[in-house]
């Protein structure tokens, strides 16, 4: 299990600044030898509820943090997909 959250800590009448979307996500996961699977939950600012899947089996991962979302809403505010490879710098002793 994992939980990530991002807060903005600027007011909304700064105007010429940066600013992070505010959300709160749970991340419940199940991890093997080599294999895994992940399911984020989360509320964002501006999308609402998102919850979507991925899957890791060796150095590869791919998801999308909305999918499960897309697939049983009729409404779509946010789509997204990631794909990554695990490229180790260094070996442990």
Known sequence: M???TALSLISNET???NRVN???AIIPRMEG???GVYSPIGIYQYTGFNW???FKAGPLHIGSSTILTNMLS???KRVDVY???KIPFYKRS
Do not use: C, P, Q, V
Request: glycine share 20%.
């Open 15 to 17: 105007e010429r600044t």
């Open 22 to 24: 505010n959300y709160l």
């Open 52 to 54: 979507g899947i991925g």
């Open 83 to 85: 794909l990554g490879i």
């Open 2 to 4: 994992a939980a990530e």
């Open 33 to 35: 030898k080599g294999l």
């Open 74 to 76: 009729s409404s779509t």
